[in-house]
C-alpha cells in the first residue's frame, strides 16, 4: 500500500532523483538540437557539381578559351587536352559539342584513361551541337581537275606523294575502281599463271598494281583478292604471301578431303572472275584509277558530276578514332552522339599480303600462314588458338573499354570495317546509330583471338545493338557481314534493320568447324547472347552459304544460358542456294530459335541437326526450335537434345502474326534514322 503522502503526489528521494535525470536529458536534447540548427544556419550552403562545356568548330582557334560557341576551339586534340585536365571527381557533367563541319585528322584520334569520365562527371559526350552535322574525317580533298584530252571522257587531278588508296568519293558518292575482265586465258601455275600466246597485260601501265578477284574462290561465303607481281611475256607472277596462302592451305592426312583449318578450300583453282586497278580498264562513268607512280588520279565522270565543283574525297588515315588497346589503360565513360565517322583508308589489300579471306573478312596473313596460322595442335607450329586469324581493322576501333556508347552517329564512307568493339569492351551501347557505304564488316564485336580469357578485363560482354540501320555494307569486300560477332557473352542484338547487303546479315560465334571431322568444337566463353526482333531483308545478293543469322561454335553451357534467336523478321533472302536463314552452322550448341518468321526464300529456313562431338555421347548439340512460322520448315522432332516443334508453315506475311511484324526493326521513337542522309 502506498503511503496517504506518496498518494496524494508528494515523492520520495529516489522519484526525485528519477526527475532531474530526465530533466538534465531534455535539456542537453534541447540544447543540442539547437546547437545543430545554429551550425546548419553558419554552415555554407552545398553546391551541385559543376557542368563543364567546351565547343569546338572547323572555323575556330585552339588560341580561343572553348568555353562558348561563340569562342571555340579548332581542333579535337585542344578539346580532349582540355577534358584531360578536368577533375572527374568533382565536377558535374562534362561535354564537347562539336559544330558542324568536316574535322580533317592527320593522325588517330587516341583516347586513353586520362579522357575517361566517371565519379560526379558520369559520361563525358562528345557530340553534335543541335542541328548540325560535324564529320570526322580521315580523307584529303582531290582538286585540280581537268580533262586529259580534248573530247576525252577521262579527267585527271594530282594526288599527294605519299598518297595510296583504294577509294575516292564524288560529292559523297564512291567510285569504282577501273574494273574488267580477265583479257586473257590463263593456266595456273604453283607462282600464279602462264598464257599461251602475249599476255596483252604486260604492255598495260604499272602491271604490279593490278589485282584479281575471285568471287567464291575459297568458298561460296568468300571473295579473295591478290595482287599480281608482274607479268612477262606469258607468265603472270602473283604477289605473296597472298598467292601461298591463297593456294598452298595444308590439307589434313585423315582422308577427309579437307584443309588443317577446317572452313574451306585448299586453293583458289578457277581464273579471276575480275581485274581491277589498270588504267587500261578505266572505260565506265564512276570508274577511276590512281597511278601511283605519277602521283595522279584519273577518273570519268557520271552523268551531272562537274569536278571543277564537286567534293572529291580520297581516303588516307586508316584509324579515325581508337583507344590505346591496352588493358591498363582503360577507358570509360565516354559517350558520342550525332557524329559521322567518314573517309578512312584501308591498304593492306594492296600489299603482298593481299586478302587470303577465311570468313566474315577474317584473312590468312603470313609468310607461313597457309600452313600455320590458326592451326594450333593440329600441325607442328601451328599458332594458337585455333581459328585465330587476321580481323580487319574498324575506322573506328575500342578495345578494353566499358560503358562507351554510341548514339544517333553515322559511320559511312570506309575502307575496311565500320566500328569495332573488340576484345575487353564491356557494357557499350549503339544506338540508332547508321552503317553504310563500308568496304568491310559495319560493326564488329569481340574477337576471335581469345576464347578462354586468362582475365575479367578480357571478356567482351554486356553490349547491346540496338535500333540502328546497316545497309550497302561490305560494298567492296562482299564476304563482309553488317554485324559480326566474335567470342562474346551477355549481349544483345535487337530491333535493328538490316537490308541490301551481299553476304549474311548477322554472324554469331565461331571456332565450331572441328565437328567437320568429328572433333570438338573450340572451347569459348559465349554465353548469354541473344538476338532479337531485327527485321533483315534483301541480303546475300552476291554470295552463298550464309544467311539472317549465322551461328558457328558453342554458345553457351545449357538451353538456359544458350544464344536465344527470338522475333525476328526476315524475308526476300536473295540467294538461290547453299545456306540457310536462321543459320546454325559447325559446333553450334545449346540455341533456341524461337518465335521468328521468314519468307520469300530459295533455302531452307533452318539449318540442320549436328552431332554433338564435343559432349561425344551420340546426341546433337543442343537446339531449340519452336513457334516459327516459315515455308518448308523441318518436321517435328524431340530426341538427342533437339527439340523442334509447334512451328508454323507459311508461303507470305499474311500468315503471320501481325504482332510479330510489327514488334520487329527500329522502334518508332528512332525511325527518323531511315531517312538520314550523309553530310
Same mark, same amino acid.
Given at each position: #500500500? ?43 550552403? =552545398?553546391?551541385? =557539381?559543376?557542368?563543364? *562545356? %567546351?565547343?569546338? *568548330? ?6 580561343? !578559351?572553348?568555353?562558348?560557341? /561563340? ?88 594526288? !599527294?606523294?605519299?598518297?595510296?588508296? $583504294? ?6 558518292? $564512291? ?9 586473257? *586465258? ?15 597485260? =604486260? ?97 570519268? !565522270? ?13 581516303? *588516307? ?26 573517309? /578512312? ?24 600462314? %597457309? ?20 580481323? #580487319? ?16 552517329? %553515322? ?70 557481314? /553488317? ?75 545449357? #538451353? ?120
Amino acid at each position: #500500500m502506498f503511503s496517504t503522502r506518496q498518494q496524494a503526489g508528494t515523492r520520495g528521494p529516489s522519484e526525485a532523483v528519477r526527475l532531474f535525470i530526465g530533466s538534465y536529458r531534455a535539456i542537453a536534447a534541447g540544447l543540442c538540437a539547437f546547437l545543430s540548427l545554429g551550425a546548419l544556419a553558419l554552415a555554407p550552403p =552545398a553546391h551541385a =557539381a559543376t557542368a563543364v *562545356s %567546351y565547343f569546338v *568548330s572547323p572555323s575556330g582557334s585552339d588560341s580561343n !578559351p572553348g568555353t562558348s560557341a /561563340a569562342a571555340p576551339f579548332r581542333t579535337l586534340t585542344k578539346a580532349q587536352s582540355a577534358v584531360r585536365a578536368i577533375d572527374k571527381s568533382t565536377s558535374g557533367p562534362i561535354t564537347v559539342t562539336l559544330a558542324g563541319g568536316v574535322y580533317r585528322l592527320t593522325k588517330t584520334l587516341t583516347f586513353t584513361a586520362a579522357d575517361s569520365g566517371g565519379g560526379t562527371a558520369g559520361t563525358v559526350w562528345w557530340k553534335a551541337a543541335a542541328g548540325q552535322a560535324p564529320v570526322i574525317s580521315g580523307g584529303v580533298r582531290i582538286s585540280g581537275w581537268t580533262r586529259t584530252g580534248a573530247g576525252s571522257a577521262i579527267w585527271s587531278a594530282p594526288a !599527294p606523294s605519299d598518297l595510296d588508296t $583504294r577509294q575516292l568519293y564524288v560529292d559523297g558518292v $564512291r567510285a569504282q575502281r577501273a574494273t574488267g575482265s580477265l583479257p586473257v *586465258s590463263v593456266t595456273q601455275t604453283a607462282t600464279g599463271y602462264t598464257t599461251a600466246s602475249g599476255d596483252p597485260m =604486260a604492255g598495260w601501265r604499272n602491271p604490279s598494281a593490278i589485282e584479281f578477284v575471285y568471287r567464291g574462290g575459297l568458298g561460296l561465303w568468300t571473295e579473295p583478292r591478290c595482287p599480281v607481281a608482274a607479268v612477262t611475256g606469258t607468265a603472270i607472277t602473283m604477289a605473296q604471301p597472298c598467292w601461298n596462302n591463297s593456294t598452298q592451305r595444308v590439307m589434313r592426312t585423315d582422308g577427309s578431303g579437307r584443309t588443317y583449318n577446317l572452313v574451306g578450300r585448299k586453293s583458289i583453282t578457277e581464273a579471276p572472275t575480275a581485274v581491277e586497278n589498270a588504267y587500261e580498264l578505266l572505260d565506265k562513268p564512276g570508274e577511276f584509277y590512281l597511278d601511283k607512280s605519277e602521283h595522279r588520279f584519273y577518273y570519268i !565522270p557520271r552523268s551531272g558530276e562537274d569536278l571543277t565543283t564537286a567534293d572529291v574525297e580520297a581516303p *588516307s588515315l586508316d584509324t579515325l578514332v581508337a583507344t590505346s588497346g591496352k588493358a591498363s589503360d582503360e577507358l570509360s565513360h565516354v559517350g558520342f552522339q550525332g557524329i559521322q565517322f567518314s573517309y /578512312a583508308n584501308y591498304t593492306t589489300s594492296n600489299t603482298g599480303t593481299g586478302f587470303s579471306e577465311i570468313q566474315a573478312t577474317y584473312q590468312v596473313t603470313g609468310s607461313t600462314g %597457309y600452313a600455320t596460322q590458326g592451326l594450333c595442335t593440329f600441325v607442328s607450329g601451328g599458332t594458337c588458338p585455333y581459328g585465330n586469324w587476321t580481323k #580487319m581493322p574498324g575506322a573506328v576501333r575500342f578495345t578494353y573499354d566499358k560503358s562507351i556508347h554510341f548514339d544517333h552517329d %553515322y559511320f559511312v564512307h570506309l575502307g575496311a570495317a565500320g566500328l569495332d568493339l573488340g576484345d575487353g569492351s564491356q557494357n557499350d551501347t549503339v544506338t540508332a546509330c547508321v552503317f553504310t557505304d563500308i568496304s568491310g564488316n559495319g560493326l564488329d564485336l569481340g574477337g576471335v583471338d581469345i576464347p578462354q580469357p586468362s582475365s575479367a578485363a578480357q571478356h567482351t560482354s554486356g553490349i547491346t545493338v540496338k535500333d540502328s540501320h546497316f545497309y550497302g555494307t561490305a560494298a567492296e569486300y562482299r564476304g563482309g557481314v /553488317a554485324i559480326d560477332a566474335g567470342y562474346i557473352e551477355t549481349s544483345t542484338i535487337t530491333h535493328n534493320q538490316i537490308d541490301h547487303v551481299p553476304y549474311t546479315a548477322i554472324s554469331i560465334g565461331w571456332g565450331g568447324w572441328p565437328d567437320k571431322v568429328s572433333l570438338p568444337a573450340q572451347p569459348n566463353y559465349s554465353n548469354n547472347n541473344t538476338i532479337s526482333n531485327n527485321s533483315i531483308y534483301d541480303h546475300m545478293s552476291l554470295l552463298g552459304d550464309g544467311g539472317a543469322v549465322y551461328t558457328n561454335g558453342i554458345t553457351g553451357t545449357s #538451353m538456359a544460358s544458350g544464344e536465344k534467336v527470338t522475333g525476328n523478321v526476315v524475308h526476300d533472302q536473295l540467294n538461290t542456294s547453299g545456306g540457310h536463314v536462321l543459320y546454325t552452322d559447325n559446333g553450334a550448341t545449346y540455341v533456341s530459335v524461337l518465335g521468328n518468321a521468314v519468307w520469300n526464300i530459295n533455302v531452307s529456313p533452318w539449318g540442320s541437326k549436328h552431332v554433338n562431338y564435343t559432349a561425344g555421347d551420340g546426341t546433337y548439340d543442343p537446339t531449340d526450335i519452336e513457334g516459327n512460322y516459315w515455308p518448308n520448315g523441318p518436321s517435328d522432332y524431340d530426341s538427342k537434345g533437339v527439340v523442334i516443334q509447334d512451328n508454323h508453315t507459311v508461303t507470305g506475311a499474311a500468315q503471320v502474326p501481325s504482332s510479330i511484324i510489327a514488334a520487329a526493326g527500329i522502334e518508332s521513337s528512332y525511325q527518323s534514322i531511315l531517312s538520314w542522309q550523309p553530310a
